[in-house]
């Protein structure tokens, strides 16, 4: 089955600096991955996703990056504002099964003002 | 609301009782998923349905968990003869037929077995 692993657990920032979180898969025929941004006691939400066929997907200050080659993709916060502390988690879907998510076990960002 | 709804929010018990989650799907989603989040963990795959057909379990999902979807719409999650292991909060997410759709989670039902 499919193993997520991310790093790092957790990632400490000054308001306005920029933030990676890296995330890498083990079964290569993992087609889509989505991250989600969970805050303290909510559920967790999508921010943004890639599929395979694509290298780099934007959205404002929200960017990842994938690299089917090496089996890992990146999340990129710029200019980063103190409610962007959350816990950030990447998953993964494999091209079969049911489209069940396996996650990383998450980061957790603290943007300081 | 029209979001994904989960009931009750909080649940707690004595080892050994029996427990049973409600989760109401956005009403469109054919799939619906259940996912248990323990501590500083990400949500782990327990069961997915399509309608009303369980298609998969994980092995986390011993004998003593069954889930339901009896026409299709909601789902109960139940587990009987707690232990205190089993204390997680219990996602459940659901989404549309088409391919990578997003999942839509629920805001969970927080167990906590004493």
């Known amino acids: 089955g499919e193993n997520v692993e991310q790093h790092p657990s957790t990632l400490s920032v000054q308001e306005g600096d920029s933030a990676v979180i890296k995330c890498t898969y083990s079964d290569s025929a993992s087609n889509y991955f989505p991250w989600y941004k969970q805050e303290l006691g909510k559920r967790p939400q999508l921010i943004i996703d890639i599929r395979s066929n694509v290298g780099e997907k934007k959205d404002q200050r929200i960017a990842v990056t994938l690299n089917k080659t090496a089996k890992h993709f990146s999340l990129h916060i710029t200019e980063t504002q103190p409610e962007d502390s959350a816990v950030y988690f990447c998953a993964a879907i494999p091209n079969s099964g049911y489209s069940t998510l396996t996650f990383g076990k998450g980061t957790m960002l603290l943007v300081s003002p | 609301d029209t979001g994904v709804s989960q009931n009750p929010r909080h649940k707690i018990t004595k080892r050994g009782q029996n427990v049973t989650f409600r989760c109401d799907p956005i009403?469109?989603?054919?799939?619906l998923y259940w996912y248990r989040q323990t501590l500083g963990q990400g949500p782990e795959f327990l069961t997915y349905f399509q309608n009303e057909a369980q298609l998969e379990k994980s092995r986390l999902l011993s004998d003593r968990f069954s889930a339901e979807r009896p026409k299709g719409s909601f789902s109960t999650l139940e587990i009987q003869r707690t232990e205190q292991g089993d204390s997680a909060m219990y996602l459940c997410?659901?989404?549309?037929?088409?391919?990578?759709?997003?999942?839509?989670f629920g805001p969970g039902t927080r167990l906590t077995v004493l």
């Open positions: 997410a659901s989404r549309t037929d088409i391919s990578y759709n997003e999942q839509f």
């Open positions: 009403s469109e989603h054919n799939r």
